[in-house]
């Protein structure tokens, strides 16, 4: 049984426009695929879909997680939350709730699988508060815990992200752009942390990418889409810059460059305004020897 599995899959937005074209894909459980393309492409409107935030055309289609179609030609199914809960979605801007703490932040995570009545009182079962310990110092940090998620810089956020999706026990988590607005330290141990997800805690990772280099570094599988199309799915050591040129014709300097895009400059700025130097940290220092610490007991199998 795959862990994604897309039928045929178009979305034509309101305006007209042709986000996804006739999309076909199967991601096999534990796998971590790369999602390229040049800005418009489509990757977030394809995330998105899997996700069940946004239903498809109303063509015969179909989009299944686990084996459970999570929207069918153009209807998103009555059951979606709990298909959710399978997926963690991981956004650009990190998506913490800013005045919660950093723990709180991650027990969001544990919320959908409590009863109605611990969600309704907000306490949490001790084993829950443990989880999610566990999940923090896993992606290194637990010192943090009781910080408010706004103090932590862009990288520690998505780490938080990365230990909600943990502590929700998600099987398939879908990462978009998850490093676009991060400095490339903080990218890095993203990617890394993304990566122990899914080799550790056989997680099906799909995440979408502007560059093609993490990819190739991070990613067995990439498949690259354009105007809504699919136009590779395949090895990613196989995307040469000359495959790209001809994938892409003059998009593709826009996926080879080491540089970010303007668009991500200024989101860069933003962040250096909200943490300047000599304020909240930006770094992270935990040593690298106790971010692997804690192993969390492997998620709930299907
Ligand atoms: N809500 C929307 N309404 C109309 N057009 C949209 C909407 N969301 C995305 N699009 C269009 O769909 C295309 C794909 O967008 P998107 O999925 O955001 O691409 P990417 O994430 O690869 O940059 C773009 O042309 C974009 O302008
Ligand atoms: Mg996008």
Same mark, same amino acid.
């Given at each position: ?26 991601? $096999? ?27 498809? %055309? ?44 950093? &723990? ?5 995570? $544990? ?40 103090? !932590? ?22 990462? %978009? ?5 991060? %400095?490339? &330290? ?17 997680? =099906?990772?799909?995440?979408? !990418? ?14 690259? !889409? ?13 995307? =040469? ?27 860069? $700025? ?19 020897? =106790?971010?692997?610490?804690? $192993? ?7």
């Amino acid at each position: 049984m795959e862990a994604i599995r897309i039928e045929r899959l178009s979305k034509t937005f309101s305006n007209g426009r042709k986000a996804l074209d006739e999309i076909d894909l199967r991601v $096999a459980p534990g796998e971590m695929v790369a999602l390229i393309g040049a800005s418009g492409s489509g990757k977030s409107t394809l995330l998105r879909h899997i996700a069940g935030f946004t239903a498809s %055309d109303a063509q015969p289609s179909q989009i299944a997680i686990l084996g459970r179609p999570i929207q069918q030609n153009g209807r998103i199914v009555r059951e979606v939350r709990s298909i959710r809960r399978d997926i963690g979605f991981v956004f650009q801007q990190f998506n913490l709730v800013n005045r919660l703490s950093v &723990e709180s932040n991650v027990l969001i995570g $544990a919320l959908a699988r409590l009863p109605l009545w611990r969600r309704l009182t907000g306490r949490f079962p001790r084993e829950e508060r443990a989880l999610s310990l566990a999940a923090l110092n896993e992606v290194g940090i637990g010192d943090h815990a009781r910080e408010r998620a706004a103090n !932590l810089s862009g990288g520690q956020q998505q780490r938080a992200a990365l230990a909600r999706a943990l502590v929700q026990r998600a099987r398939i988590v879908l990462a %978009d752009e998850p490093i676009a607005s991060l %400095d490339p &330290e903080s990218s890095r141990r993203v990617m890394d942390m993304l990566r122990a997800l899914n080799r550790e805690h056989q997680l =099906t990772v799909l995440v979408s !990418l502007h560059q093609v280099d993490i990819a190739m570094q991070y990613c067995p599988r990439t498949i690259a !889409l354009r105007r809504g199309k699919v136009v590779y799915d395949g090895p990613s050591a196989a995307l =040469t810059p000359v495959l790209l040129k001809k994938l892409y014709g003059d998009d593709a300097h826009e996926l080879l460059d080491a540089s970010t895009p303007g668009e991500e400059h200024e989101q860069a $700025a933003d962040n250096l305004a909200s943490h300047p130097p000599g304020g909240a940290p930006t770094g992270d220092n935990t040593p690298a020897s =106790t971010r692997y610490a804690f $192993a969390l007991k492997p998620a709930h199998s299907h």
